[in-house]
């Protein structure tokens, strides 16, 4: 059984920093992609960032130059450094991650977290 856990939400100030992390764990052969998603209330999720096993990726461009998304393949562990959060930042941030090969699978599935909150206030 995979399971997602993510840590690191809290309160945080509008120009602050925060830094979310997201560990899988379980039997896990490798993960393709692994990311952070949010959603606030009345709102659809959005995708946040995504970073692929070699490295590449993808942001929103609301969060682009502010947040910056990592990886430590070897820990199967995903990050999002938020820096200079804004109040609409404020949101559950949800891990998830994408083609993930257990043993004796053939292809690769889709998990996700189950949130943490963050909110951005004074």
């Known amino acids: 059984q995979v399971q997602l856990v993510e840590s690191g939400g809290g309160l945080v100030q509008p120009g602050g920093s925060l830094r979310l992390s997201c560990a899988a764990s379980?039997?896990?052969?490798?993960?393709?992609?692994m990311g952070w998603y949010r959603q606030a209330p009345g709102r659809q999720r959005e995708l946040v960032a995504a970073?692929?096993?070699?490295?590449?990726?993808n942001y929103a461009p609301s969060v682009k130059g502010r947040f910056t998304i990592s990886r430590d393949n070897a820990k199967n562990t995903v990050y999002l450094q938020m820096n200079s959060p804004k109040p609409e930042d404020t949101a559950v941030y949800l891990c998830?991650?994408?083609?993930?090969?257990?043993?004796?699978?053939?292809?690769?599935?889709?998990?996700w977290g189950k949130g943490t909150l963050v909110t951005v206030s004074s």
């Open positions: 379980g039997s896990i052969v490798s993960i393709n992609e």
């Open positions: 970073i692929t096993s070699g490295g590449g990726t």
């Open positions: 998830n991650a994408q083609g993930v090969l257990v043993p004796g699978s053939a292809y690769g599935r889709v998990y």
